[in-house]
C-alpha cells in the first residue's frame, strides 16, 4: 500500500469510502476490506454508519493501529460545544479511542472559522483526534485556515476525479503540506459514458474504473476513497494500486471534460471565488 506521508499523517493513499454503506451491508464491506488489505477506511457522522463501521473494524481482526479511520463533523455543528459532542459521538460509535482525521465536512455560510478550528486543535491536543481537517474548502477558505488561523490543516477532502480538475487546491494543498483526499473518485459511476476511458482500460486489460483510480493515486499527495460495497469492486480498486499510466493515458485522461461536479448541495460555498 502506498503511504502519504506529512508533517502531519501517515495515510494509506487508498481508502475505502463508506457514504449510503448501512447496518449489516456496511458492516461486511468494511470487514471484508480490511481483510483484503484496506487499511484506510472513511465515514463520517452525516453518513449515520459510525456504528456498523466500527463493528466492521471489530470483526475484521485487525488491530486498530494498523487503520487509518477518518470521520466528520457536519456543519451545523461546528460551534465549539456542538463540535466536541460530535467527535465524542462518533467515538463512541466508533468505539475507539481516537480518530486518525477528523474533519469539518463543509464550510457553513456564517460560521466561526476560528473557534471550530480552536476546538478541533483542541481534541487533537487532547488526542481524541491525531490529525484534523476539512473537507470541501475552496483555496480561500484554505488559506484563512492554514495562514489565518495557524491551523495544522491535514487534509482536504473534495470531489476530484478524471472529470474534474482541483488545480488551485492541489497547488495550495502541495505548498502547505496538505494532503487532498479525492471523493467521488470513480464520478459516482459515470466513466462508462466515456470511449476514451475504454479505450486506455482495454489498453491495460483493466476497467475505466481502475484506469480512473490509478489517474489519482499516480499524484503526489493525493488520496482516494472509492465506496465499493461489493467484493468484486474492492479488489479492483486495490488492484489500481499497481496500474502504470504511460503519456499517451494521461494526455487523454486530459483532454476530457474536467468541470463536473456531482456534489453541489445548496451550502457549498462558492467554489470559483478566488479571495
Ligand atoms: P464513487 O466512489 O466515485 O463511486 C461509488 C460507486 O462506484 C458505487 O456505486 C460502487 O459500486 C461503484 N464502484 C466502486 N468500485 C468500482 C469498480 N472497481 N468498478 C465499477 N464500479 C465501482 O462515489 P462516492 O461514494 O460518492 O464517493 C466515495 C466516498 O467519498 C464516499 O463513500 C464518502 O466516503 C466520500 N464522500 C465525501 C464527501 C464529502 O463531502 N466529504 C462527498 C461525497 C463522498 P458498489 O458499491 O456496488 O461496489
Not at 457522522?45 to 470483526?59: D, S, T
Not at 487503520?67 to 460509535?93: G, N, Q, Y
Not at 475552496?138 to 476525479?161: D, K, S, W
Request: proline share 5%.
Amino acid at each position: 500500500m502506498k503511504i502519504i506521508r506529512t508533517r502531519h499523517l501517515a495515510m494509506p493513499a487508498l481508502g475505502l469510502g463508506t457514504w449510503r454503506l448501512a447496518g449489516e451491508a456496511c458492516m461486511q464491506s468494511v470487514a471484508r476490506a480490511l481483510g483484503l488489505g484496506y487499511r484506510h477506511i472513511d465515514t463520517a457522522a452525516m453518513y449515520a454508519n459510525e456504528e456498523a463501521v466500527g463493528r466492521g473494524l471489530r470483526a475484521s481482526g485487525v488491530a486498530r493501529e494498523e487503520i487509518f479511520l477518518t470521520s466528520k463533523v457536519w456543519h451545523d455543528h461546528l460551534d465549539p460545544a456542538a463540535l466536541r459532542r460530535s467527535c465524542e459521538a462518533s467515538l463512541a460509535a466508533l468505539d475507539t479511542p481516537y480518530l486518525d482525521l477528523f474533519l469539518i465536512h463543509w464550510p457553513a455560510p456564517g460560521m466561526e472559522l476560528g473557534a471550530a478550528l480552536e476546538a478541533m486543535m483542541r481534541l487533537r491536543r487532547e488526542g481524541k483526534v491525531r490529525a484534523i481537517g476539512v473537507s470541501n474548502f475552496t483555496v480561500a477558505l484554505m488559506r484563512r485556515a492554514v495562514e489565518g488561523f495557524g491551523a495544522p490543516i491535514a487534509c482536504n477532502q473534495v470531489e476530484y476525479h478524471v472529470l474534474r480538475e482541483q488545480n488551485a487546491v492541489l497547488h495550495f494543498a502541495r505548498a502547505h503540506e496538505v494532503v487532498v483526499t479525492a471523493y467521488c473518485p470513480l464520478a459516482q459511476g459515470r466513466l462508462a459514458e466515456y470511449p476514451e476511458l475504454a479505450a486506455i482500460a482495454a489498453k491495460h486489460a483493466t476497467t475505466p474504473a481502475a484506469i480512473a483510480l490509478a489517474w489519482l493515486l499516480e499524484q503526489d499527495q493525493v488520496a482516494a476513497i472509492p465506496k465499493a460495497g461489493r467484493e468484486s469492486s474492492q479488489r479492483a480498486n486495490l488492484a489500481a494500486l499497481g496500474l502504470h499510466l504511460d503519456d499517451a493515458d494521461r494526455a487523454t485522461i486530459a483532454a476530457l471534460p474536467k468541470n463536473e461536479r456531482f456534489v453541489d448541495p445548496a451550502w457549498a460555498p462558492a467554489w470559483d471565488k478566488a479571495a
